[in-house]
């Protein structure tokens, strides 16, 4: 029995200091951020997290990474956004921001004089959608801890036809880069 425990332990310790390297809430405030840094590059409202759609997002993350899945929920009325990694080694740290810079980086690819959704910029759309504040992220390891899914949502969803002009805006003025 002892051994047993022994054994039941030093997995848990393990386990632990796996997952200990990705603190969630810092995840969350990283990824909040740098939406919100990108936001303000195109005059667009900040985002605020929320504690019910951090909930939707960590718990379609861990299915998706329990079940190595990367699809998207088809969750009614949420924006959603994926991201995956995979690696040889065992992950230990994931950078919330680096998810969103991911997303936004489509940003090359959109065109604003023909303004619309496209399978090739909707991640970063969703980002920057002017209608879209609240945010939640969820991030989980596979059980090998060799792969990573993080999923956000958004309230109210984005990409919706017909309101790009609207929602997705061009760099403003004041951001640095922009004009």
Known sequence: MWLVQLVFTCLVIINCSVYSAIILDDFRQQALGQHNYFRERHCTPSMILNSTLNTIAQ????????????????AAGLGENLWGMSSSAVITFVNGSTPTTSWYNEISLYNYSDPGFSLSTGHFTQVIW??????????????????????????????????FPDNVLELCSNAVGGD
Do not use: M
């Not at 718990?59 to 088809?74: E, K, M, T, V, W």
């Not at 801890?145 to 999923?151: E, G, H, I, L, Q």
């Open 59 to 74: 718990n379609y993350a861990d299915y998706l990474a329990a079940n190595n899945l990367f699809q998207h929920s088809g």
């Open 130 to 163: 002017k209608r879209s504040i609240q945010l939640g992220i969820g991030i989980a390891l596979s059980n090998n801890s060799k792969s990573a899914r993080v999923v956000g949502n958004y309230y109210p969803a984005g990409n919706v036809i017909g309101s």
